[in-house]
């Protein structure tokens, strides 16, 4: 496999850049399959593109064939994954590209899915095709954050988002906390929901807000999963999170009675084993991937979050900082064990740092993922 970027022309990098820019086209709607883009070119003219929409529909090199205003025979296909080479919700696009005879395929990154991993490349090569990949390779990856971590790690990509005001508190002593940050920041969070296949929040914040974390006031195709941690099974009757689409409940309790009257408002509740009296967290996560959610944004208070950190469980952090103080005795973001050696600190890469409205908003990644 040729990895080595230098071997890529200026044209090749336009060319998937015009290909990742396809898929960019499918971050809202695509999952639980990756977001593909695909370019065809011939004679330095680009005759064909594509992007993979949503599941269940044609793929990105299939759109791309389709699209072609001239024959395919001998051209150079652009996409930014590995063409499949398995029978899924669709035929496999190597048989397809084989089909129509390209001369090259160049890809920005193999396929993670054990189906296709390498197997894509071999059909293509056997057939006489030349194939290059690694072209682009961390931009594309990036795009898929959330499906490459369930197809390699069997759990979603993690994002914890979290309000603050500068001095780092999330709510008053007494609770208080809408709002801190402004409008802006609220709908660029709406934006990371959109993004997301599942929200999740913890039984203390439905008490405590009665939230209803679906995506508002920025355009969405589908809403994400809600999915509450609610150990004891006590989520209020009359919570908001009740009224709406069916939301995903796991407790540690085996109440059957509780379960059923969930059930019947068409709710799915789901028992998980334990530690220490509440639902083990690394075996929802690994449930949630069951359930093909790539992607998760954690909307709670400190306790969950901070039980989320502890166990890393969280890849990175959205903060959105305003600019106010609440003081020392006000709430903070991270209920986590005391340290008592700084070596012990919980270590992030910075990977963005914006404004948005007058408010800050960090993303931060684990380093030790
Ligand atoms: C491609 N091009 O545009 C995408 C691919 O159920 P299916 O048939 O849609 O297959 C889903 C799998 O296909 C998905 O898990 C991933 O491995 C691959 N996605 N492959 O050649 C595309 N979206
Ligand atoms: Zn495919």
């Known amino acids: 496999m040729l990895s080595d970027s230098q071997i890529f022309s200026a044209s090749d990098y336009a060319y998937m850049s015009q290909a990742l820019k396809l898929a960019e086209r499918g971050l809202y709607t695509t999952s639980p399959n990756p977001r593909v883009g695909c370019v065809i070119v011939k004679n330095n003219r680009v005759i064909g593109s594509g992007w993979h929409e949503r599941a269940g529909q044609p793929h990105a090199e299939i759109n791309a064939l389709g699209s072609a205003d001239d024959t395919v025979r001998n051209a150079t296909v652009y996409v930014t994954l590995e063409p499949c080479s398995h029978y899924g919700r669709t035929p496999p696009c190597a048989e397809a590209l084989i089909k129509a005879g390209v001369a090259r395929v160049v890809m920005a990154m193999l396929d993670p899915n054990p189906l296709v991993a390498g197997n894509g490349v071999a059909r293509l090569r ?13 931009q594309a990856s990036a795009l898929n954050i959330g499906f490459v971590s369930r197809m390699t790690r069997h759990r979603p990509w993690v994002r914890l988002k979290i309000a603050a005001s500068l001095d780092g508190k999330t709510a008053l002593e007494n609770g208080a906390s809408q709002w801190i940050t402004s409008e802006s920041a609220r709908l660029d969070a709406h934006r990371l929901r959109a993004l997301s296949c599942a929200i999740l929040t913890g039984i ?9 974390l679906t995506v508002r006031h920025v355009e969405a195709t589908r809403q994400p999963l809600r999915v509450v941690i609610d150990s004891r099974l006590d989520i209020p009757a009359n919570a908001k999170l009740l009224q709406g689409n069916k939301i995903l409940i796991f407790t540690a309790v085996p ?3 509780r379960k059923k009257k969930l059930e019947e408002k068409g709710m799915k509740v789901i028992m998980l084993p334990t530690r220490d009296g509440k639902v083990d967290l690394t075996q929802m996560m690994v449930k949630l991937a069951d359930f093909e959610i790539n992607e998760v944004l954690v909307e709670a208070g400190s306790t969950l979050a901070g039980a989320l950190v502890q166990e890393e469980l969280v890849d990175e952090l959205v903060i959105y900082l305003a600019p106010c103080l609440l003081g020392d005795k006000a709430q903070g973001m991270l209920n986590l064990p005391v340290l008592t050696r700084l070596s012990d600190k919980h270590k992030l890469e910075l990977t963005d740092v914006r404004m948005i409205g007058p408010d800050i908003r960090v993303a931060a990644k684990f380093s030790n993922l």
Request: avoid cysteine.
């Open 204 to 212: 203390g914040t439905v008490k405590k807000d009665d939230p209803q």
């Open 126 to 138: 056997d057939a006489g095709i030349m194939v290059q990949s690694g072209l682009l390779e961390e």
């Open 255 to 257: 109440d059957e009675n």
